[in-house]
């Protein structure tokens, strides 16, 4: 496919009269062709009253149509092959098998959430039949089912060009709880976002569905960001990014005169707590894979664990050589861009040079520009309890690892913490009376916790969360991803005393989509 570098509004390819950009290869710093025009304000209010315009006839889809326009993307996504792995490599410096890994996530995710439109569950069916004799009051027929909120803003994240950006986890719930989609694509992948935008397109295209259902627009996030959360035809927003730039979305949209949730993924640091026990095993095997979950694509994972507790003394001076012998081993990889180089580069010196802090081991710079050496520093507890450097996320290979005297002390130390992600608990057996005092600290600070693994890698299926309290999300009850994310793009109405030919599809007697529902509160399963 031949790259046009504009912005794709309700089908129509429009060029952007606001200047333009760039892609750029982060391992040489070179411009990549072609160049993206950016937007003007006017221009994004088309494809806001494009996505207005779509949401009646998008909204109430039936089921199969609707699940087959997700599985549609899935396939038009596969169908781009290589290229689009070629595309987002280079724009990324992320590596050919990372890349595909996750183009198999994003239409896994894709195919998942139309199984979950076909199932019809998340619609939430609730049916109180009226009772006319019930004594001293009768009571009336009340109905309730989930309703898609309206046309979407989402986001697209640096670190995975694919899996939570233009088909991403945001973009595939959203479609799902049947809200059209406008997407603000990275600037820092352009040409990636562009491949899967015409993926979404040509679904649209294909299944006739209303154009104004998806749009990929280009822009300064500091304008065309701000003025598409601004705008009153948007009535929720997903972004994966910084803090600031999750804080600024969600001023704007509290500052609205019709406020609208901000489901914003933005900063953890992921503890991990090693236990005695944990340390009478395989030591070594331990502290490399510690490493790994830290250097795996150069860092930039949300859930990479940036800080490790481990206990002082002998089993924990082998795992910190350990440590110091697995990183020195390693290069740096090329990270997304020069500007997140940089923001690395400014907190792992902010830790390098903090008092009582020592390096305990750094590996070797990267053959490309931009893939600085990965380091992991220590500190003692009581340090790290009195430094609000230390608890600070460095999105990049760079970790802290605390040595703590007894398992008491963690608790205390979880108080501290801000909002997480994750934390991941290694533990054996006999730690099992101790850890178990720790864990109802850690589910007031975290949305996942893990048992003898590692953080890194999200399943996407129903049970996951990947949320938790704030900064780590702005919302602590919802997650962006696994099916659950849905629920962010729905709200239930109520319809009282409605006679069978008014009551929406699912809601009558028939069942026509074949939905699962709670019927005087008791399942009632379709049939």
Not at 79 to 94: H, K, N, P, Q, W
Not at 216 to 227: R, V
Not at 416 to 424: D, R
Request: net charge negative; with cysteine; hydrophobic share 40%.
């Amino acid at each position: 496919m031949t790259l046009q570098g504009h912005s794709l509004i309700a089908g129509e390819t429009v060029t952007g009269t606001s200047g333009t950009t760039y892609g750029i290869n982060p391992a040489t710093n070179e411009q990549l062709e072609p160049a993206y025009t950016l937007i003007s304000e006017q221009q994004l209010k088309a494809a806001t009253d494009a996505a207005t315009d779509a949401f009646d006839s998008f909204s109430t889809l039936e089921p199969e149509q609707h699940a087959r326009f997700l599985d549609a993307i899935a396939e038009n996504i596969d169908a781009i092959g290589d290229e689009l792995i070629e595309r987002a490599s280079t724009e990324t410096g992320l590596g050919a098998d990372r890349l595909r890994g996750e183009r198999a996530r994003t239409t896994g995710q894709l195919r998942l959430f139309a199984d979950v439109v076909r199932r019809g569950d998340f619609r939430g069916v609730r049916i109180d039949p009226a009772l006319p004799d019930r004594a001293p009051l009768p009571r009336a027929d009340i109905r309730q089912r989930q309703i898609p909120l309206g046309p979407v803003a989402v986001f697209g994240a640096s670190n995975f060009p694919l899996a939570f950006s233009v088909a991403g986890g945001d973009t595939a719930s959203a479609f799902a709880a049947g809200c059209p989609v406008i997407v603000k694509a990275h600037n820092a992948h352009p040409g990636t976002a562009e491949l899967v935008g015409q993926a979404i397109v040509n679904a649209v295209r294909d299944l006739d569905l209303h154009p104004g259902v998806f749009s990929l627009i280009y822009g300064s996030g500091a304008s065309i960001g701000q003025a598409l959360v601004a705008d009153p035809a948007i009535k929720a927003v997903g972004f994966t990014g910084s803090r600031g730039g999750g804080t600024a979305l969600m001023r704007t949209a509290a500052a609205r005169p019709e406020p609208i949730p901000v489901y914003a993924e933005m900063s953890s640091i992921n503890p991990v707590y090693v236990f005695p026990g944990a340390l009478n095993g395989d030591v070594e095997t331990l502290a490399q894979q510690y490493v790994a979950s830290v250097t795996g694509s150069s860092g930039q994972l949300c859930t990479s664990p940036g800080l490790v507790f481990v206990p002082a003394g002998e089993a924990g001076d082998q795992f910190t050589a350990a440590v110091t012998e697995a990183v020195t081993q390693l290069s740096g990889q090329t990270m997304l861009s020069g500007g997140i180089a940089s923001a690395w580069e400014h907190g792992h010196n902010a830790l390098e040079s903090a008092a009582d802090v020592e390096l305990i081991g750094r590996g070797k710079g990267g053959p490309t520009a931009n893939a600085p050496a990965p380091a992991v520093f220590g500190a003692d507890l009581d340090v790290f309890t009195t430094n609000p450097v230390l608890h600070e996320e460095v999105f990049g290979a760079a970790s802290l690892v605390v040595r703590y005297k007894g398992v008491e002390d963690l608790i205390e130390a979880t108080r501290l913490l801000e909002g997480q992600l994750t934390a991941s608990l290694h533990v054996a057996e006999e730690d099992y009376p101790v850890a178990s005092g720790l864990i109802p600290a850690l589910e007031r600070k975290v949305g996942r916790i893990l048992i003898n693994g590692w953080p890194t890698g999200v399943e996407v299926g129903h049970a996951m969360v990947h949320g938790g309290p704030y900064p780590a999300t702005s919302d602590s009850k919802t997650t962006s991803v696994g099916t659950l994310a849905i629920n962010r793009f729905l709200r239930p109405v109520a319809y009282q005393n409605f006679p069978e030919q008014l009551r929406p599809a699912p809601l009558q007697d028939a069942n026509p989509w074949n939905v699962n529902r709670l019927v005087d509160g008791k399942p009632e399963q379709a049939g």
